[in-house]
């Protein structure tokens, strides 16, 4: 038994242009990282499918999953780069990287629920928690972690998921498609007031919403997760944790104002990991969302990768 790496080639693909803060470089910072720590060796890396679009309508509106892929098929052909929105652009090799990141998340939940794996970590781009059941917003066109746990789900046949969202802005997409589901757990907190403007009232009883005021530290925020995630996470009794793990609270990332540091998310981790190893048999499967930062970012998912693979 090990820890997952799933990540793709493709997932470099995905090019908003030049300055864009989610960029290829992302993925390439976590892996030199992880090498650089020997972490790389300690973990398994199976292959990645595509996704389906069966798949991606667990979580998405089945229209919009075919309109996207249109839409992207046409920039394959004709080599454009395109808006969707004031924050996410396409490129050629967009829909093989949003294609290939929610195959990984899907296959990272196949592999943890059959014991292949303890837990995984996906490194994989775009990123997810701001697209809604039927829009992109936010650099993410697919929400990855939503449709992991519909997967689980519906699929699977799992009872009970939830998801963690330690991400510096509120994941306001997987929000959206999870939200009113009994069946599904999401607790999260996120900088408040800060894009995307959203969260600081919960849309449904299974929606756990705490904003953070800006300049907060890790101590604070440790006292939150302690104070209102823990004991939700505890009733809840999960058979399985998502994680949508944003590293753009760090304290260096000029993307958020909060104040994290590299033990902060790996004591956070291994508070995630304690309520899975008494409800979800170690089951987690964390994906990459924000974290713009290449040093701290790398850093930071180290520590998270550290955690997963030790504890």
């Known amino acids: 038994m090990a ?18 803060p989610e960029c290829p470089q992302r993925i390439r910072a976590i892996e030199d990282q992880l090498r650089a720590q020997g972490l790389d060796v300690l973990m398994l890396s199976p292959d990645v499918p595509l996704a389906s679009n069966t798949d991606l309508a667990l979580a998405h509106d089945l229209n919009y999953v075919l309109t996207l892929d249109d839409f992207l098929q046409q920039l394959e052909a004709t080599g454009d780069t395109r808006a969707l ?8 090799g967009t829909r093989a990287a949003t294609w290939r990141a929610a195959g990984a998340a899907i296959a990272a939940t196949d592999a943890v629920i059959d014991g292949k794996l303890d837990n995984a970590f996906c490194a994989i781009r775009p990123p997810g928690h701001h697209a809604t059941h039927n829009q992109t917003m936010g650099f993410c066109f697919f929400n ?12 699977r046949g799992l009872k009970r998921v939830a998801v963690v969202d330690f991400d510096v802005h509120h994941g306001n997409g997987t929000e959206d498609i999870l939200a009113g589901d009994d069946r599904a757990l999401m607790v999260g907190l996120f900088q408040h007031p800060f894009y995307p403007y959203s969260g600081a009232e919960s849309r449904a009883g299974n929606m756990v919403n705490i904003p953070i005021p800006a300049r907060s530290d ?7 997760v302690e104070s209102y ?7 809840f009794k999960p058979e399985m944790i998502f994680i949508s793990a944003g590293f753009d609270a760090h304290r260096e990332d000029d993307m958020g104002g909060l104040g994290m540091v590299e033990a902060d998310y790996a004591w956070i981790t291994a508070k995630i990991m304690e309520v899975a190893g008494k409800y979800s ?3 987690i499967v964390s994906c990459l969302e924000g974290g713009y930062n290449l040093s701290a970012l790398a850093r930071s998912v180290a520590a998270h990768v550290r955690t997963l693979i030790e504890n």
């Open 229 to 235: 995630w823990l004991y939700r996470l505890e009733d």
């Open 281 to 283: 048999k170690g089951r």
């Open 85 to 92: 929105d004031p924050d996410t652009w396409a490129s050629p």
């Open 144 to 155: 990855n972690v939503a449709v992991a746990a519909r997967h689980a789900l519906d699929v």
């Open 218 to 224: 890790g101590k604070l925020i440790r006292d939150v």
């Open 3 to 20: 820890t997952g790496y799933f990540s793709h080639s493709d997932c470099l693909a995905h090019d908003m242009g030049a300055g864009h």
